[in-house]
């Protein structure tokens, strides 16, 4: 049953057509979706955690940057096998609560996925994606067992994450992107110098994001699997240019801090 369920979750997520633009097939983005059921709770309804992964490639290389590492720990759903996995924007609860959650969560990291791979390649760019993102919380299946939809069901999930992306009060996070990803990472093939002053560029954004707006869930997001690729990024800056890097990484990205401190000094 389970083989059947990652055969429907893989077709709905490749053969739906998400955007309007055409891809080619070296153009789709490289995204993992991990869902480990850890409960059944009642016949045919499941607890589980899905992880998601997605990168991004950079210029004249053939190295890909991590664009989002998730994971989600508020999933509940109802599968029967052979079941078809349904997502219709228009109604997106569908007549099963439980059985259209699946379908409206992983519909909800697409188009985050989407924005952020959009906002990485040009200013703004993921403003449609991260609407669409939030049109799935505001119409998102509502009952037993369900989370991860509503501001009161914690810090951390789905609704926080699309309020944080399509709240004009942040918009640095997205300059941030955009600065990170096409100003910095593009162009270490041509000026690597130049590259790592807009990746302290997009640093400083969050930063000041960060003083105004203390436990943003956005600015945890943004660091979720970067540690690695921002620690050797800066091993090689002029010392000044280190210790910045240094001082704004241990205090945005507190989990981490320890690595940065020693691998920085």
Known sequence: MFQT???????????????????????????HFLLNITQAVE?????????????RPVYNSSY???????????VTFKYIEFQQIEFNES????????????????AFYTYMILGLDYDSFSPRGGDSYFKKASQVVNGA???????GWKAFDGQRNRYWLAENFNNSKYSLLHD???????????KM???????????????????????????????????????????KLFKKAPPQERVQASELL????????????QELK
């Open 5 to 31: 369920l990652q055969t429907a979750l893989t077709n709905f997520l490749n053969n739906r057509k998400w955007t309007n633009d055409n891809y080619q097939q070296q153009e789709k983005i490289v995204c």
């Open 64 to 74: 890909v940057s991590p664009i989002m590492n998730f994971q989600d720990n508020d």
């Open 176 to 186: 941030a992107y955009y600065a990170y990803y096409r100003l910095g990472m593009d």
């Open 141 to 147: 299946p509502d009952g037993r067992n369900i989370t």
């Open 250 to 261: 241990q205090r945005l990205d507190i989990a981490n801090a320890a690595k940065y401190k």
């Open 91 to 106: 109604n997106i609860s569908g007549s099963d609560p439980a059985a259209y959650n699946l379908s409206a969560i992983f």
């Open 43 to 55: 016949p045919n309804v499941y607890r589980a955690v899905l992880t998601i992964q997605a990168a």
């Open 189 to 231: 093939y041509e000026d690597e110098n130049d590259a790592r002053r807009q990746v302290i560029n997009a640093l400083n954004h969050l930063n000041t994001l960060s003083t105004d707006n203390r436990n943003l869930l956005s600015i945890q997001f943004f660091f979720l699997g970067k540690s690695d690729e921002l620690a």
